[in-house]
């Protein structure tokens, strides 16, 4: 009997400390114009922090408790944990294993996924994979998590951008879709536009690295606007082909949270209503490797997306790296 992974139940956390747009006017009054710029050009109105004390295992552990309440499975049900950042805890060892010990996940295994706002797609895929594969597993919990605001220089303005929060997806094996198709593409050739380029092989942290700033993510160069605003409707393209599903199938489309104005460009090249979409960019701020999972899970709580429903998910990270997949929920 064929195996297809199928997403039972979502999470996600937002933190509690709010960083309104006002207060960063405020602390960047040098730069005139600045968050006002950028506010109109993503949408993003404010962003949410965790304490100072806190790290990216700490932001996943409330979304991963959640998904699995709502699943009604218990931390040691898990066979699998993969988590999806770009800000971990640790160079080495992984956030997934981290947060198996503060979960309490006795049975789980776990690895991480690191293609930035990428991640939580291409997570879902390889546990759909997995799942497919394996007869003995059984729960899988898919997490994508973001702390960025601690790797920025905060006298950066593209600090602007990022607000932590975490989602996350409870994964198990039925007996019909669920999942359905998966994509990937990516260009390595635009690696140094965007990261942070000291602390690792390439450049080791040293005192040096870290006075200029390397140590901390810079913005170095733009990324080609077509990026995003054609690599996205080419993505859908792809999944709706493989997936041998229509566009107007797709009871949802849920992209990367940093740019509303891209995500109503993708929609209108697809030929889709903007209300088949989901956004939380506005009131989140960009949740990165989370923001996806966040939404997804937002969306279920407003009532979009329903039993049923086929949702597409797309995520485009730095490097670049862009993932997406295509569902159907239980």
């Known amino acids: 009997m064929s195996r297809y992974a199928t997403i039972v139940a979502t999470g996600s956390y937002l933190p509690e400390i709010e960083i309104s747009n006002d207060k960063l006017r405020q602390e960047f009054a040098h730069l005139p114009d600045t968050i006002d710029k950028l506010e109109a050009a993503t949408g993003i109105r404010k962003r949410w922090y965790v304490p100072d004390n806190w790290a990216t295992s700490d932001v996943a552990l409330p979304a991963a408790r959640q998904a699995l309440e709502r699943a009604g499975r218990k931390p040691e049900d898990l066979d699998l944990i993969i988590l999806g950042t770009d800000s971990p805890d640790f160079i080495t060892p992984a ?21 930035a706002c990428a991640s939580f797609p291409t997570g879902l895929a390889a546990a759909a994979g997995l799942i497919a594969a394996n007869p003995a597993l059984k729960t899988v919990l898919v997490v994508g998590a973001y702390m960025m605001h601690r790797l920025t220089n905060p006298k950066d303005p593209t600090i602007f951008f990022y607000g932590d929060g ?6 198990e094996p039925a007996a019909k879709p669920g999942f359905i198709v998966s994509a990937m593409q990516a260009d390595g050739s635009y690696h140094r536009n965007w ?10 942290a040293t ?33 709706a082909k493989d997936g041998q599903f229509a566009l107007s ?34 009131e989140f ?23 049923g429903g086929l949702v597409v998910i797309v995520g485009s990270g ?13």
């Open 195 to 204: 990261g942070i380029y000291a602390g690792g092989t390439a450049e080791p």
């Open 95 to 115: 956030t997934s294993v981290v947060l198996q010990h503060k979960l309490g996940a006795k049975n789980a295994g776990s690895f991480d996924v690191g293609c």
């Open 285 to 307: 701020g960009y949740t990165g490797s989370a923001c996806t999972a966040m939404a997804l899970h937002d969306a279920i709580l407003k009532g979009k997306l329903h039993s």
């Open 207 to 239: 005192e040096e690295a870290v006075r200029a700033g390397r140590t901390s993510v810079r913005f170095i160069d733009r990324y080609p606007p077509e990026i995003n605003e054609q690599g996205w409707p080419a993505l859908v393209r792809r999944l």
């Open 249 to 282: 199938d797709v009871d949802l489309f849920i992209f990367t949270q940093v740019r509303k104005s891209t995500i109503e460009l993708v929609m209108k090249d697809l030929g889709q209503p903007f209300e088949r979409t989901h956004t939380i960019m506005e």
């Open 166 to 171: 975490a989602g996350a997806a409870v994964l």
């Open 318 to 330: 730095v490097g670049y790296n862009q993932a997406g997949v295509a569902f159907r929920m239980p």
